[in-house]
């Protein structure tokens, strides 16, 4: 009965082609509303959500390294972390990367417990300090501009949701040759490009909704551009870092569906670079003015 085998082969071949898309509807689902809200809400909000996010990023970062959140050393990393967003949400900037940078040199020297292989070192949690507090502060720094915060950090997520979107759908789609397949095997250039593609319509759409007054086009493609292409190294280094450790998530704290490391790997990567354009730009101006 060939005829009536087709529709479950032609079932098979999509999901073979979108093996997680329920996986990534599922994240979205739950992790988009609660970032959209309390981004509408107000700095206030927005700070208290990141120190949610970044404790758990900090217990699943230990985790990963092999250390444990109930003791020194991994425990210094979610105090590190927290401690420079309260430092953040105070304005003093200074300060908390001053702490984050004193943590790091730390955790890098005296990281690693008497008697633990050096492949434990403290040079991993180290860097978890860093990587993790730095894109704390970067987003607590662009919510908390009360002119243009709000739109700011919409833009960035607007970016990366769409630059991630693009890659998947485009990759799977098109296929073609790998990325990078030593780290990780199912990336290709065609998802690369329809994930920059995919940044920059979406990055021209948002800053044309959210402030038009002036948009100068190609300013607005170029930021979208570094953006995106910031989020799509940081999927890389996610998926670098679980093959480092051999591991297939970061944790099951979404049940299911990996953990929050593998959820905003993205936005890890591009919100420094986010928070430093609108340093330089100043207060109340829209990133891509």
Same mark, same amino acid.
């Given at each position: 009965?060939?005829?009536?085998?087709?529709?479950?082969?032609?079932a098979a071949t999509r999901s073979s082609r979108?093996?997680?898309?329920? $996986?990534?509807?599922?994240?979205?689902?739950?992790?988009?509303?609660?970032?959209?809200?309390?981004?509408?809400? #107000?700095?206030?909000?927005?700070?208290?959500?990141?120190?949610?996010?970044?404790?758990?990023?900090?217990?699943?970062?230990?985790?990963?390294?092999?250390?444990?959140?109930?003791?020194?050393?991994?425990? =210094?990393?979610?105090?590190?972390?927290?401690? &420079? #967003?309260? !430092?953040?949400v105070e304005a003093a900037w200074g300060w908390?990367?001053?702490?984050?940078?004193?943590?790091?040199?730390?955790?890098?020297?005296? *990281?690693?417990?008497? *008697?633990?292989?050096?492949?434990?070192?403290? =040079?991993?949690?180290?860097?978890?300090?860093? +990587?993790?507090?730095?894109? #704390?502060?970067?987003?607590?720094?662009?919510?908390?501009?009360?002119?243009?915060?709000?739109?700011?950090?919409?833009?960035?997520?607007?970016?990366?949701?769409?630059?991630?979107?693009?890659? +998947?759908?485009?990759?799977?789609?098109?296929?073609?040759? $790998?990325?990078?397949?030593?780290?990780?095997?199912?990336?290709?250039?065609? #998802?690369?490009?329809?994930?920059?593609?995919?940044?920059?319509?979406?990055?021209?759409? =948002?800053? &044309?909704?959210?402030?038009?007054?002036?948009?100068?086009?190609?300013?607005?493609?170029?930021? =979208?551009?570094?953006?995106?292409?910031?989020?799509?190294?940081?999927?890389?280094?996610?998926?670098?870092?679980?093959?480092?450790?051999?591991? $297939?998530?970061?944790?099951? !704290?979404?049940?299911?569906?990996?953990?929050?490391?593998?959820?905003?790997?993205?936005?890890?990567?591009?919100?420094?670079?986010?928070?430093?354009?609108?340093a330089l730009l100043g207060a109340g101006t829209?990133?891509?003015?």
């Amino acid at each position: 009965m060939p005829a009536q085998a087709e529709p479950s082969d032609a079932a098979a071949t999509r999901s073979s082609r979108w093996p997680d898309l329920r $996986k990534r509807v599922l994240s979205a689902a739950l992790l988009v509303p609660a970032a959209i809200l309390c981004i509408w809400l #107000g700095a206030e909000a927005w700070a208290a959500l990141m120190a949610a996010a970044v404790a758990l990023l900090a217990w699943e970062w230990v985790r990963l390294c092999g250390f444990s959140t109930h003791r020194l050393p991994g425990l =210094a990393v979610p105090i590190l972390v927290l401690a &420079a #967003g309260t !430092l953040a949400v105070e304005a003093a900037w200074g300060w908390a990367m001053a702490l984050l940078a004193a943590g790091f040199a730390a955790l890098w020297a005296f *990281g690693r417990p008497a *008697g633990e292989p050096r492949a434990r070192s403290g =040079a991993w949690l180290a860097f978890g300090v860093v +990587y993790i507090g730095l894109a #704390g502060i970067a987003l607590i720094h662009l919510r908390g501009d009360t002119a243009a915060g709000r739109g700011n950090v919409l833009f960035l997520f607007l970016v990366v949701w769409a630059s991630d979107i693009g890659a +998947y759908v485009a990759g799977r789609r098109f296929g073609g040759p $790998k990325l990078a397949p030593a780290i990780s095997p199912n990336k290709t250039w065609a #998802g690369a490009a329809g994930g920059l593609a995919s940044a920059m319509l979406i990055g021209l759409l =948002a800053a &044309a909704a959210i402030a038009p007054a002036g948009l100068g086009i190609g300013r607005v493609l170029l930021v =979208a551009a570094v953006l995106a292409v910031l989020a799509q190294l940081g999927d890389l280094f996610e998926s670098w870092l679980k093959r480092r450790f051999n591991v $297939k998530d970061s944790s099951a !704290l979404i049940p299911g569906h990996g953990g929050l490391l593998d959820r905003l790997d993205a936005v890890l990567a591009a919100a420094p670079a986010a928070a430093l354009f609108g340093a330089l730009l100043g207060a109340g101006t829209p990133l891509w003015h």
